[in-house]
């Protein structure tokens, strides 16, 4: 069981620019959840996988923000055209069926 | 909708002494609770959870928490700080009837500083 883990750790990109980023949930670990941390504040809920379905997505996820996890193993998270209101830490996490949430590092992403 | 509030942004002791940490929930029916640790420009680390049974839960590291439901609580304490506890700690709740699923709902969190 090697944990959650996340790419790249840091991003800075222009406003304007196409970001991807990656989570590796703990193996078997059928349950993916995103969520977006900014400075001083709680992370918040942006999006939940079950297996490849993708069953719930906040208000807070525009529609320049998609989510895919192709075949219920990895999952990405691309925001398009960044503003600098994205900038913030971008959290993954991953559960089997018990309630723990087990989260990875983060990429940061700072838009200049 | 559920909320979390965590009274207190910057909480201060002396190593060795008492750590209490306040949360309360608001949810008109209990949640799942949890609290998490965040130590700087890493993930989250779940300290420990309330879901049933008895309410006061032993975590990692000596921290414990009692869910108090009259009070819509759920205080984190250790007895005895050490500095290695200097940290972010977050408060985070999860609908007990989300239909086999438990977004968490965080606290703005509260930093701990812990001194000599």
């Known amino acids: 069981d090697t944990g959650v883990s996340q790419n790249p750790r840091h991003k800075i990109t222009k406003r304007g620019q196409n970001v991807t980023f990656r989570c590796d949930p703990i193996s078997e670990h059928n349950r993916l959840y995103w969520y977006r941390q900014t400075l001083g504040q709680g992370p918040e809920f942006l999006t939940y996988f079950q297996n490849e379905a993708q069953l719930e997505k906040s208000r807070l996820l525009s529609d320049r923000f998609s989510a895919e996890r192709p075949k219920g193993s990895f999952s990405t998270l691309e925001i398009q055209r960044t503003e600098q209101g994205d900038s913030a830490m971008y959290l993954c996490?991953?559960?089997?069926?018990?309630?723990?949430?087990?989260f990875g590092p983060g990429t940061r992403l700072t838009v200049t | 909708a559920q909320s979390v509030t965590q009274l207190g942004s910057h909480v201060s002791v002396s190593e060795g002494a008492l750590v209490l940490l306040r949360c309360n929930y608001s949810?008109?029916?209990?949640?799942?609770l949890f609290w998490y640790v965040q130590y700087p420009n890493q993930g989250l680390q779940l300290l420990l959870k309330?879901?049933?049974?008895?309410?006061l839960v032993k975590g990692i590291n000596g921290f414990e928490a009692e869910f108090k439901k009259s009070e819509t609580s759920f205080h984190l304490t250790k007895p005895s700080a050490h500095m290695s506890d200097a940290a972010e700690y977050f408060c985070?709740?999860?609908?007990?009837?989300?239909?086999?699923?438990?977004?968490?709902?965080f606290g703005a969190g509260t930093r701990l500083a812990v001194h000599p």
């Open positions: 985070a709740v999860s609908d007990r009837f989300s239909g086999g699923y438990n977004k968490l709902i």
């Open positions: 309330y879901t049933t049974g008895a309410t």
């Open positions: 996490a991953s559960s089997s069926l018990t309630y723990e949430q087990y």
């Open positions: 949810s008109s029916v209990p949640p799942y």
